[in-house]
């Protein structure tokens, strides 16, 4: 099979619709099939010369939403060498140009919506959901109605898709196109290269968040809660992990020092390799307390590597894995968050080993990569994709 994906950017510190992209074009490799990357991005950024496989860089893009006159002449006139296109998000030109160019072609396109219609955007940013009301009915309605299928990774993503606007209809396929692979390598190796990094964590109980420093992540939830909880054994450690997007990490950490708890947190900055299966492989548990999460890919990460996780009800992947008993599930607020690590303090040795080898299978039945995406090709060449 021969696939084209489609993103704003190739970006790694964009989170999980890249980093789907990449693991799907790592497997897709393994498979014996050839996939590309097309994206908005300017011929220059300077993340891309440590990026294996094929790009099509097509911007520069204009403001935020993405428009490129190169994107679109350049779709029409490459779509032939695909057997199937997909478009990774939308509210971006990278979906509505994908679909002017595709729309009355023999091309299959789809659409992972990556929970982009979630209905808590509608709720916590009401004069941008207005704005996409007036652009809905003329653009991203139309991707989603004339894609081949529009993929949702859970049941809930694709539940919560309904509630967003009046208008809408498209054919829906629950598919988990997200996952990660088993970390390659020694793991006591990968944790030894994290202590290094960081000796001030070493012989200390570490809990790991490991996401984009942002609202939506809960952040200032956790740092309130760990203050809580942070006097009930003298050798926890919080690591905060991940890129500070919009500079509020500054005021997390100001928020930290009145609280108290400054010297017990650490700022690791954005993980990737070695460190980061490091980091996972050092810490007794992962905590991401989103108000809102599609997927969540540094979940699947820690479960792979036998990590029991802490998430709130918001992530829509929770009930599955509250179902295989590999998580506490709360509300995103603080109290909820302090409950559940308390739970976790709480846990016996035994229940802790039990509940960490059921983070692992998990894993291996649900978030499995080579699983994964063996699924989409099936679905692609369901809904006509040859190859």
Known sequence: MRLLQVIHST????????EAALQ??????????????????????PWIKDMNGKRFLLGPPFLHYGYSSRFTPWMR??????????????????????????NKSNTPYFVC???????????????????????WPWAE??????????FYCCEQERLLAHQSFRIYKCREEVICYYGTALPPG?????????????????GKRLILFLSRIHPKK?????????????????????????????????QLQSLSKKLGNYDKITWAGMLTGDLKWGAFYASEIFILPSHQENFGVAIAEALACGVPVLITDKINI?????????????????????????????????????????????????????????????????YGADG
């Open 11 to 18: 970006n790694p510190a964009g989170g999980g619709p890249i």
């Open 24 to 45: 799907i074009e790592s497997v897709l490799s393994e498979m014996g099939h050839r996939s590309a990357i097309a994206s908005l991005d300017a011929r220059d950024v």
């Open 77 to 102: 006139g490459h779509f032939e060498e695909y057997d199937a296109v997909i478009v990774h998000g939308i509210w971006q030109y990278s979906s509505y140009g994908t679909w002017r160019a595709l």
């Open 113 to 135: 919506v990556h929970g982009m219609l979630d209905p808590w955007f509608k709720r916590k940013y009401t004069l941008k959901h207005i704005k996409k009301c007036l652009y």
């Open 141 to 150: 309605y139309k991707v989603l109605r004339d894609a081949r299928a529009v």
């Open 186 to 202: 020694d793991k006591d190796a990968k944790k030894e290269i994290f202590l290094k990094r960081f000796p001030n964590l070493r």
């Open 218 to 250: 809960g952040c200032d939830l956790l740092i309130k809660s760990f203050a809580g909880i942070s006097k009930e054994d003298p050798s926890l450690r919080l690591v905060m992990a991940g890129p500070d997007q919009i500079g509020w990490q500054r």
């Open 318 to 382: 929770s009930r599955e894995i509250k179902a295989d008993g590999a998580a506490f599930i709360g509300n995103d607020d603080v109290k909820s968050i302090t409950e559940l690590l308390e739970r976790w303090l709480a846990l016996p040795p035994n229940e802790y080993e039990a509940m960490k080898e059921k983070a692992r299978q998990c894993f291996l039945k649900r978030y499995e990569i080579h699983k994964s995406v063996g699924s989409v090709v099936e679905v692609l060449r369901t």
